[in-house]
């Protein structure tokens, strides 16, 4: 089901529309492509309300000593550097307690308060900890405030989100609290759920999952505890820019509290977008929706250029599997957000004449590939599948030999032209390649060796790249045709080279000796024999 804000269902019902199609392609590099079919460009946040993960932080171990507040600590802070997510500013000494000067963090001013990137930054954040809190005497006092927040810690002043878990001198821990501030105005809502019942000298508290959600718009707030939804408000809700802030208070004088945090993850709604490109000649097919599980697919057609589509990405293959996503906007007002049109990845492109033609393929095309396995005469499993290195591991048909053991590196020595690399030879005879993973692994690979392997450079202006290998002949590696290298390898560039198997019962015997794991059927009679009829049969 496509959903469309109410801003964009109004546009689309009235008499007259101004929409455009939007292009996202993400290649397989990294590199992210928009374009238009409009005659202008058109910035657009093209990620709205799909969440990530802005800032996450856990132990290196699975289990961690509780941190310990030592008694008659007035006041201690926690927090992270919101300029620095994916980082945490303490350290877990090895005997499991803390002193003061290990958890003080410093201000969380305005600098550090927007760094999820969103504005406001409420909007949309989702926040979960897994927190343990134990004291180890009845007569000992303590509290947590975990969450979000604008300042130091949680004040009438400042904006913040989270949950309050206190216990008061001869007394129990008490329930959750739900807090929630806008700088005017607190929501205070009883969770009614018990922070912890039992008071222990040994910890045994068991860990608790506390997380709340601040729905798209900023409007509302959902607090959960264990995953159960415990309370909701849309009153006080902040809108000022948040980081994430931890705050243990212990005023025990008879005891000591203890808290636990196993980790934190605040996710966001990416906002991110970027600006579309309007380019000459574009032209996006319409997309037929079916309602059979037939697949919604496009193309896109166009010329290439080295700055948009280029012929030398293409054939590098940095599009081959691409994820694409096409959307309708309303190009007089982009604020209304998106219409999704199709979402999958990129198939079959075809260079004619200076212009290209992209396939589109929607998420049901994956629906169309038939799954199992055909009887024949060749091998199933993918040479190197399933080995050591655990490659391929869904593959049932497992060929279970080391890639470590049979590749090999090099350099180049020339390179003739686009499908072509001599390597470089050296010791006494003179050899380039061997035979590495055999019986043989010093003798030079023979003609033949490396047909249908692989070449991967690991150096020069095409590190990264990896071509499959035609044919070998001794002393060049022949690239197939349909896939030159896009740039030219320089002398002393280095590169990865492995055999190639032919799938056949005698390379794997022969080649390989791992007729063990041969994952054909060589030795089953064609149609031709089963068909046959004995001529004693034949009567006159």
Same mark, same amino acid.
């Given at each position: 089901?496509?959903?469309?804000?109410?801003?964009?269902?109004?546009?689309?019902?009235?008499?007259?529309?101004?929409?455009?199609?939007?292009?996202r392609?993400?290649?397989?590099?990294?590199?992210?492509?928009?374009?238009?079919?409009?005659?202008?460009?058109?910035?657009?946040?093209?990620?709205?309300?799909?969440p990530?993960?802005?800032?996450?932080?856990?132990?290196?171990?699975?289990?961690?000593?509780?941190?310990?507040?030592?008694?008659?600590?007035?006041?201690?802070?926690?927090?992270?550097?919101?300029d620095?997510?994916? *980082?945490?500013?303490?350290?877990?000494?090895?005997?499991?307690?803390?002193?003061?000067?290990?958890?003080f963090?410093?201000?969380?001013?305005?600098?550090?308060a927007?760094?999820?990137?969103t504005?406001?930054?409420?909007?949309?954040?989702?926040?979960?900890?897994?927190?343990?809190?134990?004291?180890?005497?009845?007569?000992?006092?303590?509290?947590?405030?975990?969450?979000?927040? $604008?300042?130091?810690?949680?004040s009438s002043?400042g904006?913040?989100?989270?949950?309050?878990?206190?216990?008061?001198?001869?007394?129990?821990?008490?329930?959750?609290?739900?807090?929630?501030?806008?700088?005017?105005?607190?929501?205070?809502?009883?969770?009614?759920?018990?922070?912890?019942?039992?008071?222990?000298?040994?910890?045994?508290a068991?860990?608790?999952?506390?997380?709340?959600?601040? $729905?798209?718009?900023?409007?509302?707030v959902?607090?959960?505890?264990?995953?159960?939804?415990?309370?909701?408000?849309?009153t006080?809700?902040?809108?000022?820019?948040?980081? +994430?802030?931890?705050?243990?208070?212990?005023?025990?004088?008879?005891?000591?509290?203890?808290?636990?945090?196993?980790?934190?993850?605040?996710?966001?709604?990416?906002?991110?977008?970027?600006?579309?490109?309007s380019?000459?000649?574009?032209?996006?097919?319409?997309?037929?929706?079916?309602?059979?599980?037939?697949?919604?697919?496009?193309?896109?057609?166009?010329?290439?250029?080295?700055s948009?589509?280029?012929?030398?990405?293409?054939?590098?293959?940095l599009?081959?599997?691409?994820?694409?996503?096409?959307s309708?906007?309303?190009?007089?007002?982009?604020?209304?957000?998106n219409?999704?049109? +199709?979402?999958?990845?990129?198939?079959?492109?075809?260079?004619?004449?200076?212009?290209?033609?992209?396939?589109?393929?929607?998420?049901t095309?994956?629906?169309?590939?038939l799954?199992?396995?055909?009887?024949?005469?060749?091998?199933?499993?993918?040479?190197?599948?399933?080995?050591?290195?655990?490659?391929?591991p869904?593959?049932?048909?497992?060929?279970?030999l080391?890639?470590?053991?049979?590749?090999?590196?090099?350099?180049?020595?020339?390179?003739?032209?686009s499908?072509?690399?001599?390597?470089?030879?050296?010791?006494?005879?003179?050899?380039?390649?061997?035979?590495?993973?055999?019986?043989?692994p010093?003798?030079?690979?023979?003609?033949?060796?490396?047909?249908?392997?692989?070449?991967?450079?690991?150096?020069?202006? +095409?590190?990264?790249?990896?071509?499959?290998?035609?044919?070998?002949?001794?002393?060049?590696?022949?690239?197939? *045709?349909?896939?030159?290298?896009?740039?030219?390898?320089?002398?002393?560039?280095?590169?990865?080279?492995?055999?190639?198997?032919?799938?056949?019962?005698?390379?794997?015997?022969?080649?390989?000796?791992?007729?063990v794991?041969?994952?054909?059927?060589?030795?089953?009679?064609?149609?031709?024999?089963?068909?046959?009829i004995?001529?004693?049969?034949?009567?006159?």
């Amino acid at each position: 089901m496509k959903v469309v804000t109410p801003e964009l269902s109004t546009h689309l019902g009235g008499e007259t529309t101004t929409l455009c199609r939007l292009l996202r392609i993400d290649r397989t590099d990294g590199l992210i492509l928009r374009f238009t079919d409009f005659d202008r460009d058109i910035f657009h946040a093209d990620n709205s309300g799909v969440p990530v993960v802005a800032a996450l932080w856990s132990p290196n171990v699975a289990e961690v000593a509780p941190w310990w507040i030592t008694t008659g600590d007035s006041f201690s802070y926690q927090a992270f550097n919101g300029d620095v997510p994916n *980082s945490h500013i303490f350290s877990v000494p090895a005997d499991g307690t803390f002193l003061q000067s290990q958890i003080f963090a410093g201000n969380l001013g305005a600098g550090n308060a927007t760094f999820l990137g969103t504005t406001p930054f409420s909007k949309g954040v989702t926040f979960e900890t897994f927190v343990g809190l134990q004291a180890d005497t009845l007569g000992a006092a303590g509290g947590l405030q975990t969450g979000l927040s $604008s300042l130091f810690g949680w004040s009438s002043v400042g904006s913040y989100i989270g949950f309050e878990g206190l216990k008061a001198f001869d007394a129990a821990w008490g329930t959750w609290k739900l807090r929630m501030c806008d700088g005017v105005t607190v929501t205070l809502i009883d969770s009614g759920v018990s922070v912890f019942n039992a008071v222990n000298p040994v910890w045994n508290a068991p860990r608790v999952k506390l997380s709340f959600v601040v $729905s798209t718009d900023g409007t509302s707030v959902t607090w959960y505890v264990n995953d159960i939804l415990v309370g909701s408000a849309s009153t006080s809700v902040p809108t000022a820019g948040m980081a +994430l802030s931890s705050i243990y208070t212990s005023t025990t004088g008879f005891g000591s509290t203890f808290y636990r945090c196993e980790s934190v993850a605040i996710k966001a709604p990416d906002t991110s977008g970027g600006t579309y490109i309007s380019i000459d000649g574009l032209s996006i097919s319409a997309i037929q929706h079916k309602d059979d599980g037939s697949p919604n697919n496009g193309q896109v057609t166009g010329f290439l250029d080295d700055s948009q589509i280029s012929e030398k990405d293409i054939r590098a293959r940095l599009f081959d599997n691409a994820t694409v996503e096409l959307s309708a906007v309303n190009w007089a007002d982009t604020t209304q957000g998106n219409l999704k049109l +199709l979402k999958g990845t990129v198939g079959d492109i075809v260079m004619t004449n200076g212009a290209y033609q992209i396939e589109l393929r929607g998420l049901t095309q994956k629906l169309t590939t038939l799954v199992g396995s055909t009887y024949g005469p060749v091998c199933r499993a993918e040479l190197f599948g399933g080995g050591a290195e655990g490659i391929d591991p869904s593959n049932h048909w497992k060929c279970r030999l080391n890639r470590a053991d049979w590749v090999q590196t090099g350099s180049v020595g020339s390179s003739p032209d686009s499908v072509s690399v001599v390597p470089n030879s050296s010791g006494s005879p003179a050899i380039s390649l061997k035979m590495v993973g055999s019986s043989t692994p010093t003798v030079a690979a023979p003609t033949g060796w490396f047909d249908d392997g692989m070449i991967t450079f690991t150096s020069g202006e +095409l590190n990264g790249y990896s071509f499959e290998v035609a044919s070998w002949d001794g002393s060049t590696l022949t690239l197939f *045709s349909g896939s030159p290298m896009p740039f030219t390898p320089t002398a002393g560039d280095t590169f990865e080279v492995e055999p190639g198997c032919d799938k056949t019962k005698p390379t794997c015997h022969s080649k390989f000796g791992n007729i063990v794991n041969f994952a054909g059927e060589a030795d089953i009679p064609g149609l031709n024999v089963i068909g046959a009829i004995s001529r004693a049969q034949i009567k006159d």
